[in-house]
């Protein structure tokens, strides 16, 4: 009871996102994301480990990236994998000019994708570049939810962003890290072309999971949303 007690009076100072209290029946999901691509060479081998291991994973993808990078996009979508969209730049200075801007980039990534698929898929999946903390607003969210979009950051960070050559083992113990007290796993990985170590670690990473027993799964437009909390959503 004590320490009930203590985690929420600890949620209520600390801006994280929660699955809810973790039970012993509560099934253990971890949702692969990979950020920034596609890129050749290095989302192709990500994809080639994902297909040997049969699991899924989501791919926040870059619009601009996709050009000259088409047949990448398809095969992620032929072989099971989910999108996510990651603005189309990239470029913080464009993305984060306004509500309207960041909502433009989205919608661009969405046409690219359907562009080259010749599909008509209604993707509601976004994510912040650099994440939601300190971006994320009420103006923001106003904006987001007007076009129906969900938010996710991650609760686990293999760090490939920031220090990607960093060695494969170091990774694998990154990805063993949760933010948070949740079954429920968001793995934050990318597929740049610097992220060649973030392929030798994916093996090992996926192993480890296994091994605990969780569930691969992709992030859909009925997953539930997973966002830090930001200041004026308190006030609501």
């Given at each position: ?30 949702y ?29 993808v ?24 990651h ?8 993305v ?32 912040f ?55 429920t ?30 569930t ?21």
């Amino acid at each position: 009871m004590q320490r009930l007690f203590l985690m929420v009076i600890l949620s209520l100072f600390i801006s994280i996102p929660t699955f809810g209290l973790i039970t012993e029946e509560q099934e253990k999901i971890i949702y692969l994301t990979f950020d920034d691509g596609p890129t050749q060479g290095i989302t192709e081998n990500i994809l080639d480990t994902l297909k040997q291991e049969d699991v899924k994973a989501t791919f926040f993808v870059v619009g601009r990236e996709i050009i000259q990078r088409e047949p990448v996009l398809k095969r992620i979508h032929e072989e099971g994998h989910a999108f996510g969209l990651h603005t189309f730049t990239h470029d913080y200075k464009k993305v984060y000019a306004s509500p309207e801007s960041f909502v433009k980039e989205m919608e661009e990534t969405q046409k690219k994708i359907n562009e080259i698929l010749n599909e008509d898929l209604d993707v509601k999946v976004i994510r912040f570049p650099g994440g939601s903390a300190g971006k994320l607003n009420q103006q923001y969210f106003d904006a987001i939810k007007k076009k129906g979009y969900r938010i996710f950051d991650w609760n686990v960070n293999i760090e490939d962003g920031v220090q990607p050559n960093l060695p494969p083992y170091k990774f694998v113990e990154n990805s063993k890290i949760c933010s948070d007290n949740n079954t429920t796993r968001i793995l934050l990985a990318h597929c740049n072309l610097n992220n060649l170590n973030t392929c030798k670690a994916l093996p090992a990473i996926i192993r480890y999971y296994k091994e605990q027993g969780y569930t691969f799964d992709i992030i859909t437009n009925d997953t539930k949303e997973y966002y830090y909390k930001f200041k004026d959503e308190d006030l609501k």
